[in-house]
């Protein structure tokens, strides 16, 4: 997410309350999590597991709960709780806007689109030319539709992230100041619901077809011309290549690539990258012949069994 103007350092610490080290006139374009980020954007970090990996990151400020060494060219925000000091910067810069009507006037509608009764269009939205939208669609704010996208009845685009911090009292929600973006001939079916970026995107490239009551987490990124079947779910964060098919009750958990041309079979659970071009099936997903060769395999067990018991 960036910011509407270059902030400086000393802006952003005044507007935390918090310490911080380097230079006051330090720019600040922006804040974003750790898989996006890039020169000018904020991350933040509250476990010594990740330190490293955020002060090495593209970000150039780092929002830190130690006063830790600061890289050559960085800058650091000192804070007792960067969790609930980053959900302060979305806040601030991306506060929730309550709307009293079905279309807001400040959302932007192509030539040749229909939009069927009881839809909510948010503030900011656009969707392209000859478009189709169902009734009883929600589009959120800020999210974008390219031409040619048919969304059917029950979709939601833009819900928040599913992204807590437990504490003592329950858990903390980080907050979503993230888009939808939706490229042209996009098809989305009946009850899917497509979580917004926590800072970024999620975003469904051209050509792709999703089915049915599909699951979209946050911040994830789904192919051209890919094909979705019914009640697939795929986790934040989570990288799909071009021209992949998944198909019905897949399961992919976060922070994984599944790679170009990928097939998923029926009921897969994905926990880990999978390369492209190759056939999979199962839990955990393999491809197909290491999976039979481990089927076989198990078959066979009743059989040492009895021979071991023969000894």
């Not at 509407?4 to 230079?23: A, H, Q, V």
């Not at 539709?145 to 939601?156: E, I, R, S």
């Not at 042209?184 to 917004?196: E, K, N, Q, W, Y």
């Not at 490239?205 to 192919?223: L, P, R, S």
Request: proline share 3%; hydrophobic share 35%.
């Amino acid at each position: 997410m960036k910011f509407p103007r270059t902030y400086s350092l000393k802006e952003i610490s005044d507007l935390l309350n918090c310490d911080f080290i380097g230079p006051e006139d330090f720019e600040v374009f922006g804040m974003n999590e750790i898989h996006v980020v890039e020169p000018g954007d904020i991350v933040f970090v509250d476990h010594p597991k990740y330190y490293d990996k955020a002060l090495q990151s593209k970000a150039t400020i780092v929002l830190i709960n130690k006063e830790v060494e600061c890289p050559k060219g960085k800058a650091l925000l000192i804070s007792d709780d960067p969790f609930r000091d980053f959900n302060k910067l979305t806040l601030h810069f991306k506060p929730f806007r309550s709307s009293d009507v079905s279309i807001s006037k400040t959302a932007t509608i192509g030539k040749n689109t229909i939009i069927q009764p009881n839809c909510f269009i948010g503030n900011n939205v656009k969707i392209g030319d000859n478009c189709t939208i169902h009734s009883n669609v929600s589009i959120y704010d800020d999210c974008i539709l390219g031409n040619h996208v048919t969304v059917h009845a029950g979709t939601v685009i833009g819900s928040n992230a599913f992204y807590y911090k437990k504490r003592s009292e329950g858990y903390d929600r980080l907050l979503s100041g993230g888009r939808v973006v939706i490229e042209d001939h996009v098809d989305l079916g009946s009850g899917c619901t497509i979580d917004r970026g926590v800072s970024g995107d999620t975003t469904i490239k051209e050509g792709a077809k999703i089915d049915n009551q599909v699951q979209i987490g946050h911040d994830t990124v789904i192919g051209k011309k890919c094909l979705i079947a019914s009640q697939v779910g795929i986790a934040g964060c989570t990288i799909i290549e071009d021209e992949v098919t998944i198909w019905g009750q897949v399961g992919i958990t976060s922070g994984v690539t599944i790679g170009a041309k990928a097939i998923l079979s029926a009921k897969s659970g994905v926990s880990k990258s999978l390369e492209g071009g190759k056939h999979y099936f199962g839990i955990p997903a393999d491809d197909f012949r290491s999976k039979y060769k481990e089927i076989a395999s198990i078959r066979k067990i009743p059989e040492l069994l009895e021979k071991l018991k023969g000894k």
